[in-house]
């Protein structure tokens, strides 16, 4: 890791206005201060209506804080985010919201074209992403017939191939059976690997927690902790609505469904 962080969120906090009573707020994020360092593996935990996917969409540019700022390298993201296009990547959710190619290797392609890329150029790097996440026999498919864990393999590979240094995956296990799990587990191991920074935003601790290097819980959007995951468990508290796994695994080596 850098000794400049690679994202710096200082005070940063976010309003919505209320549906109901004219001139009232709901402030979903409060006073967040976190600093994610380059080649981390970080995972942000908290139930549902958390505030993660909110912070994950200020994190990458996508939404403006109500308070504070978010420095990316050390610039403030208000002062332009053309280098943040081509170093986060980011894994939605729902995959399919992502997919925009006709075709699987036209998908791969369609990030690095955007970013300026020749049509050869674009497609090499299609290409190599692909058989680094396995689905390169898939190639000529239409998207609509991957798998979901394969749909998620192939936002990354979107990613991959436009150089992107950092991705954040946000409820990467939703709806996935065991299969697809993992797949996206494997994804995570090898991204880590490769010295990539890797954000992953889900409450399901027990699939993913032996290959974080730190966890940070999120509940009613204030960061009540951010630690070891050793640490950070031996405090978590009931009302943070995440699920300790160490009472079901023995220890934090033990929780990833990669056996």
Not at 167 to 188: C, K, R, T
Not at 215 to 221: A, D, P, R
């Amino acid at each position: 890791m850098g000794d400049v962080p690679l994202f710096s969120i200082r005070g940063v906090s976010k309003d919505f206005p209320d549906g109901f009573i004219r001139g009232r707020v709901n402030r979903v994020l409060q006073g967040i201060d976190l600093d994610i360092g380059e080649g981390e593996c970080l995972l942000v935990a908290g139930s549902n209506g958390s505030g993660k996917t909110i912070l994950m969409k200020i994190i990458a540019g996508l939404m403006e804080p109500s308070a504070g700022e978010v420095l990316f390298r050390g610039r403030p993201l208000s002062g332009g985010t053309d280098s943040l296009r081509s170093s986060l990547g980011l894994v939605f959710q729902d995959a399919d919201a992502q997919i925009l190619g006709e075709t699987v290797a036209e998908d791969a392609a369609f990030g690095p074209r955007n970013l300026g890329l020749s049509r050869e150029q674009a497609a090499e790097r299609a290409d190599a992403a692909l058989k680094a996440l396995a689905i390169a026999d898939k190639r000529d498919f239409p998207p609509r017939r991957l798998s979901g864990g394969e749909k998620r393999r192939l936002a990354v590979a979107g990613v991959i191939a436009m150089g992107c240094s950092a991705v954040i995956m946000d409820e990467p296990f939703a709806n996935l059976d065991w299969p697809g799990v993992v797949h996206v587990l494997e994804v995570i191991r090898d991204l880590k690997a490769g010295g990539k920074t890797v954000i992953i935003l889900t409450h399901e601790l027990e699939k993913v927690l032996a290959f974080v290097d730190r966890l940070v819980i999120l509940h009613q959007g204030i960061l009540r902790e951010d630690g070891t995951p050793e640490a950070v468990l031996d405090r978590l508290k009931p009302e943070y609505g995440v699920r300790n796994p160490l009472h079901r695994y023995v220890s934090i080596r033990d929780c990833s469904w990669l056996g």
